[in-house]
Structures are given as C-alpha cells and as structure tokens.
C-alpha cells in the first residue's frame, strides 16, 4: 500500500501549529478518510466538536484543525523531512 504525507493545521486563536503524518492506505480517498477520522479526535476536551469544510473546530471555535494536505510521499522521505525538522546543527 502506498504511503500519504498528511499536513494538518491546528489554529488556537491566532497561534498557527502544523503537524505532519504519515499515513498508508490503498489510495488518496482512504488516506483523507483516515485522516478526517483521527482529526475529529484532535483535541481531547472536547467530544462534539463542529464539521467545517476540511477540518473540525472544537471548544466553541476556539480550536480550528484543518487538513491542509496530502500527497504520496516514501517513509524515507518522511523520515528525511523528519530529521531535518527536528536537528540543530550548530556549525
């Protein structure tokens, strides 16, 4: 099964969060279909939270989770993407 690279928007009032996913199914459809399933979930205080288009908000709009992207992606290039997110290279 192919692999999707998933960016997710996460807006607490006016603070921007992205967050990255790797998720593998049979085609893009599922991969979204995954993905709006484990947003819906996003954020644990809130168990109703509102259906707007691509995403879902949560705390009385106060949290807005938006599917920014996907695209067939390698879990090599994801692990790549990855590390140079996360290293500090201080030369």
């Known amino acids: 099964m192919p692999d999707y690279w ?28 995954s993905a ?10 809130d168990d109703n939270p509102e259906t707007i288009e691509d995403g879902f908000t949560f705390c009385n709009n106060g949290v807005v989770v938006r599917l920014e992207s996907i695209k067939p992606t390698t879990k090599e290039k994801f692990k790549e993407f990855l590390l140079k997110l996360h290293t500090i290279d201080m030369s």
Do not use: C, G, Q, W
Request: hydrophobic letters at 40%; aromatic letters at 8%; a negative charge.
């Open 36 to 45: 709006m399933m484990f947003m819906e979930r996003f954020v644990d205080d």
């Open 6 to 33: 998933v960016k997710i928007s996460e807006t607490i009032e006016d603070d921007l969060h992205r967050h990255h996913y790797l998720i593998t199914a049979p085609n893009e459809a599922e991969a979204k279909k």
